[in-house]
Nanobody, 121 residues
């Protein structure tokens, strides 16, 4: 069983928006930093955004999404969302959430199973 569960993936047209959610059914996500990653075919897994624990006062973004994507906490800190706007084909990938801080995939041991995002007309 995955300790993290992503939802919200789907098909979106270029220029469109989509919001992903990450929840943790077996522990309180509010006590941990959390990051979103994505993995596109033929490319390495890429760190997208991170948010600190509790109130999420600190965030970090990859240059490729800065200004277009927003990571945030809700539901008392137990849901982490990734709001994606002005999307393009380069955003097509499987998106994963991972517990703890760091845009380097090697910093994480706890991952969700991923949700597919496809940007296409």
């Amino acid at each position: 069983q995955s300790q993290l569960v992503e939802s919200g993936g789907g098909l979106v047209p270029p220029g469109g928006s989509l919001t992903l959610s990450c929840k943790a059914p077996f522990f309180s996500l509010q006590y941990y930093a959390l990051c979103w990653f994505r993995h596109a075919p033929g490319k390495e897994r890429e760190g997208v955004a991170c948010i600190s624990a509790h109130r999420g006062a600190a965030t970090d973004y990859a240059d490729s999404v800065r200004g277009r994507f927003t990571i945030a906490r809700s539901n008392g800190g137990n849901t982490v969302t990734l709001q994606m706007t002005n999307m393009n084909s380069e955003d097509t990938a499987v998106y994963y959430c991972a517990r703890d801080w760091g845009l380097d995939a090697g910093s994480h041991d706890h991952w969700g199973q991923g949700t597919q995002v496809t940007v296409s007309s």
